[in-house]
Nanobody, 121 residues
Framework: QVRLVESGGGLVQAGGSLRLSCAAS????????MAWYRQGPGKQREVVAI???????AYLGSVKGRFTISADNANNTAYLQMNSLKPEDTAVYYC???????????????WGQGTQVTVSS
């Protein structure tokens, strides 16, 4: 079984920075992509950033140029560096990995428990 554990959330003033981490535990054969989602108060969950195994990235339009997704593939850990934070970035942030547990297994998706990011104005 794979478990994703997030850390790094907190309270920050507008203009500040935070770095989120998501570490996967358990036996993983391959990871197709790592992603960060967020869900703000009264809003639907939305994808913030995606990083695939080729190193290609994609970002939500409103965070381009401010957020950076990266990974430590040797340790199955994803990061989200968030700079120039705005109050509208306030949300619970979730990591999401699409993984293959063995060479023969199908692909499965796993989610972290969520970490709260609050940006004060």
């Amino acid at each position: 079984q794979v478990r994703l554990v997030e850390s790094g959330g907190g309270l920050v003033q507008a203009g500040g920075s935070l770095r989120l981490s998501c570490a996967a535990s358990g036996s993983i054969f391959s990871i197709a992509f790592m992603a960060w989602y967020r869900q703000g108060p009264g809003k639907q969950r939305e994808v913030v950033a995606i990083l695939d195994t080729r190193g290609s990235t994609a970002y939500l339009g409103s965070v381009k140029g401010r957020f950076t997704i990266s990974a430590d593939n040797a340790n199955n850990t994803a990061y989200l560096q968030m700079n120039s934070l705005k109050p509208e970035d306030t949300a619970v942030y979730y990591c999401n990995f699409r993984v293959q547990l063995t060479r023969e297994s199908t692909w499965s998706e796993y989610w972290g428990q969520g970490t709260q990011v609050t940006v004060s104005s």
